[in-house]
């Protein structure tokens, strides 16, 4: 039976890949940030000539949904780099900006004209 997973082992996790390897000289804030936006640009990659519709359905492609799985991976094991190196705790820093974002952004009232205007803020 495996334990079940959660950000603390898999950071770890990855230090302990890491450390094996000798890598922690190169897993600068710098340099981390930087992979980061590389494998976030080769998960844009996959969807940079899909309409909407087939962006939608891109898991039900054989080819192209573990290609997407695996930039994923990516994207996370690089941001949880970042976030133990500058000893962020991602949950916490994610809970908190939901919280500013729910002040910033309240929810529209029947008569304030917004109602159904979609807007996403990172």
């Known amino acids: 039976m495996t334990e079940p997973l959660d950000l603390t082992g898999l950071q770890r996790r990855l230090a302990e890949f890491a450390a094996a390897r000798n890598w922690q000289p190169y897993h600068t804030p710098k340099n981390l940030a930087a992979a980061l936006s590389v494998e976030a640009s080769e998960l844009v990659e996959i969807f940079q000539w ?65 109602a159904g205007r979609e807007r996403s803020e990172s």
């Not at 500058?86 to 994610?94: H, Q, R």
């Open 50 to 114: 899909l309409t909407p519709e087939e962006s939608a359905r891109v898991m039900a492609d054989p080819s192209a949904a573990p290609r997407v799985t695996d930039e994923v991976a990516d994207v996370l094991a690089y941001l949880l780099q970042f976030c133990d190196v500058l000893g962020i705790d991602p949950l916490a820093a994610l809970d908190a900006k939901i919280a500013r974002n729910e002040r910033r952004f309240p929810v529209p009232g029947p008569d304030d004209g917004s």
